[in-house]
C-alpha cells in the first residue's frame, strides 16, 4: 500500500508540496527579526525571543485563521487558504513588533538603531549616530519590521499549504479513524513542520538577526533552505505513509 501511494504522481506532488511549504517556513525564520535575550535588554535589535518561538507563534495563529477559512468558506481554494495563512502569521508578528517598539520606546528610552547599515534601507534614516557603544543596536528598525511582515507572510503561506494538502489528502484515505480525524492530524502534522524547520535556522542564525539586510542572512540562508527541503522532503514522505495507514 505504501509503495503503491509513493509511486502515484498525485502523491508525489503532494510529497514536493509539503517540501516546499516547509522551505517557505524556514526562509521566512531568516526575515524575521530575532533579538533573543540581548534585545529583551534592549542591546540588539529585534523581537526579545528565538527563532523557534517567533515561527511556531506565527505558524500556529497562521493556521488557525487558514483552517478557519477552510472550514468556513465552502469550495475555499488554494489561493484563498493560503492567503488567509499569511494574513493571520502577519497580524501576529507585526503586533509582536508594534508592541516590543512600544516598549522599547516608552518604556526603555531607547531609539531604534540597526547595527548592520549605516542608514535604513527603507526610510534611509541614518542608524549609527543613535547606536550605544556596546550593543548591538536597538528596537526594531524599519527595515526590521519590514523584513519581519516579509518572514510571516513566507512562513504562514508555507504552513497553510501542508494544512491545504494534508486535510484533502487524509479525508480521501479509506481509513474511517483517519478521515474523520482529518483536520487534527493535518493541524498536528503542520505544527509539527513548523517546529522542525525554526529549528533549522536557529543554528544558522546563531543567536541574533536583524532580518533581510543582515550580514547573516546570505550566508546562511542557501544552506538552511537546502537543509530545511531535504528535511521536510522526508516529512512529506511520511505524511504520505500516515494516509496509507502505516
Avoid: W
Amino acid at each position: 500500500m505504501a509503495e503503491f501511494l509513493l509511486l502515484d504522481p498525485s502523491m508525489l506532488m503532494n510529497v514536493l508540496l509539503i517540501a516546499i511549504s516547509g522551505t517557505l517556513i524556514c526562509i521566512g525564520v531568516h526575515f524575521v527579526p530575532v533579538g533573543g535575550a540581548p534585545a529583551a535588554m534592549a542591546q540588539a535589535t529585534g523581537i526579545g525571543t528565538g527563532t523557534v518561538e517567533l515561527a511556531a507563534g506565527s505558524g500556529l495563529v497562521g493556521l488557525v485563521t487558514a483552517s478557519y477559512m477552510y472550514a468556513n468558506v465552502p469550495d475555499a481554494s488554494m489561493a484563498l487558504v493560503l492567503a488567509a495563512g499569511a494574513m493571520g502569521s502577519m497580524i501576529l508578528i507585526a503586533s509582536a513588533m508594534l508592541l516590543g517598539g512600544l516598549v522599547y520606546a516608552y518604556g526603555v528610552g531607547v531609539p531604534f538603531a540597526s547595527a548592520q547599515v549605516k542608514r535604513d534601507p527603507i526610510t534611509g534614516d541614518t542608524q549609527e549616530d543613535y547606536m550605544s557603544k556596546g550593543t548591538q543596536g536597538h528596537g526594531i528598525p524599519t527595515v526590521s519590521y519590514v523584513s519581519g511582515l516579509i518572514g510571516a507572510a513566507l512562513g504562514g503561506t508555507g504552513g497553510s499549504l501542508i494544512y491545504f494538502v494534508l486535510i484533502g489528502l487524509y479525508s480521501g484515505v479509506s481509513s474511517a479513524v483517519i478521515s474523520s480525524n482529518a483536520a487534527a492530524i493535518a493541524g498536528m502534522f503542520a505544527m509539527g513542520v513548523y517546529y522542525v524547520n525554526a529549528v533549522i535556522p536557529s543554528y544558522g542564525v546563531g543567536g541574533t538577526i536583524e532580518g533581510f539586510h543582515d550580514r547573516k542572512f546570505k550566508r546562511v540562508l542557501p544552506k538552511d533552505t537546502l537543509t530545511s527541503f531535504i528535511i521536510s522532503l522526508i516529512a512529506g514522505i511520511l505524511a504520505i505513509l500516515i494516509a496509507g495507514g502505516m
